[in-house]
């Protein structure tokens, strides 16, 4: 069976996004859409732009636009949690109701992730 | 019940795939009456199932094998099921993952089944809205 075609099933509400923002030593990761194993390439390279230069004293990490995330994410995460300590940054995580909330609590990652 | 005949896809074992296949099984979920927070974990379950394909099935650094994906059942009972033609479960070091893939999939789905066959595979099916497999 050919899969289904792309606009049938809505597939722009589905569109990853990532945006970096920075501040006054602040960077901000802001991510949207639907996450998985495929945007681990883009993730990882924006992780280390935004803690490669300027070194901030603090990272954010801005999930409230992420429609889907699944362990590929959250290892993701964990990897941001490790170098963001490495370099000396506050992490914080921010979620929305939703999916993103659903899996960190069916995980308990969040107590985790944030400091 | 299933006179509604089985939905089916193939398709290399890559990490692109893995997006349009989910959405594609959420689709046909949807479509055979699952809905609210069932259909959540259900697309959450579907993506756990190939992206373990994705990392563990075929050797990281050959050509991707195949991964199949089918959506069976009706009336929002439904029975999703994954399976590859790679090695099978097995005890590696250093591990592409943090190993909870298949933990939260178990772990939101009515039913959970793995099988793994030395030489054939790997297959997991997980059901929804059901107690015993759909």
Redesign the interface.
């Known amino acids: 069976m050919a899969l289904p075609q792309p606009d049938r099933f809505n597939l722009s509400d589905a569109a990853f996004t990532c945006e970096l923002r920075r501040g006054d030593r602040v960077a901000e990761i802001v991510l949207g859409g639907e996450v998985d194993i495929a945007a681990r390439p883009p993730l990882d390279n924006v992780l280390h732009e935004a803690l490669g230069t300027d070194s901030p004293d603090a990272l954010v990490v801005d999930l409230t636009a992420v429609t889907f995330a699944d362990s590929s994410t959250l290892h993701w995460l964990t990897e941001v949690k490790r170098e963001a300590d490495a370099a000396g940054a506050r992490l914080t995580v921010t979620t929305a109701p939703g999916a993103v909330r659903d899996l960190l609590g069916i995980t308990g990652m969040k107590p985790h992730l944030s400091d | 019940m299933d006179d509604t005949p089985p939905?089916?896809?193939s398709?290399p074992a890559t990490?692109?795939e893995?997006?349009?296949?989910?959405?594609?099984a959420?689709?046909a979920a949807a479509e055979r009456g699952l809905d609210g927070r069932a259909l959540?974990h259900l697309?959450?379950a579907v993506?756990?199932a190939l992206?373990n394909a994705?990392?563990h099935a075929y050797p990281e650094n050959g050509p991707p094998g195949p991964v199949r994906l089918e959506v069976a059942g009706e009336d929002g009972a439904v029975r999703v099921t994954v399976s590859d033609r790679g090695s099978g479960m097995a005890v590696r070091s250093g591990s592409r993952?943090?190993g909870?893939?298949l933990g939260?999939l178990a772990?939101?789905a009515d039913f959970c089944e793995i099988c793994t066959v030395r030489g054939e595979g790997m297959r997991v099916s997980v059901g929804f809205g059901c107690q015993t497999g759909c």
């Open positions: 939905s089916h896809w398709a990490p692109y893995v997006g349009r296949l989910r959405r594609a959420t689709a959540d697309k959450l993506s756990e992206t994705v990392l993952g943090l909870l893939g939260i772990s939101v």
